[in-house]
Nanobody, 124 residues
Framework: QVLLVESGGELVQAGGSLRLSCVVS????????????MGWFRQAPGKDREFVGH???????VYPDSVKGRFSISKDIDKNTIYLQMNNLKPGDTAVYYC??????????????WGPGTQVTVSS
């Protein structure tokens, strides 16, 4: 059983930065990070769920072109937390952001566990 809870979403101006957190509600997060790829997705109203990156069990990261160079994913094992650092935010980044644990990749169906999401709104 893996429980994920995102936080940090808020209203920001275009060009600003924001860091999202995803806390893994389990005693030993090392076990989670060594077992699952941790991914970030986002979904805006009326749009499909969109992959924004993952970090795998070997700490390798993957990002789509839409966020590459602006977003980065990191881990803090001692805090049982995965982060999504978002810089140079654009209005198109507005969405509910979800963290997930699973096999990894850009296809959401390969993830087994999901957090409830946190809203990010970027104003012009």
């Amino acid at each position: 059983q893996v429980l994920l809870v995102e936080s940090g979403g808020e209203l920001v101006q275009a060009g600003g930065s924001l860091r999202l957190s995803c806390v893994v509600s389990i005693g030993n997060s090392r076990r989670v990070f060594n077992t699952y790829t941790m991914g970030w997705f986002r979904q805006a109203p009326g749009k499909d769920r969109e992959f924004v990156g993952h970090v795998d069990t070997n700490d390798r990261t993957v990002y789509p072109d839409s966020v590459k160079g602006r977003f980065s994913i990191s881990k803090d094992i001692d805090k049982n937390t995965i982060y999504l650092q978002m810089n140079n935010l654009k209005p198109g980044d507005t969405a509910v952001y979800y963290c997930a644990a699973g096999l990894g990749g850009a296809d959401a169906r390969w993830y087994d566990y999901w957090g409830p999401g946190t809203q990010v709104t970027v104003s012009s």
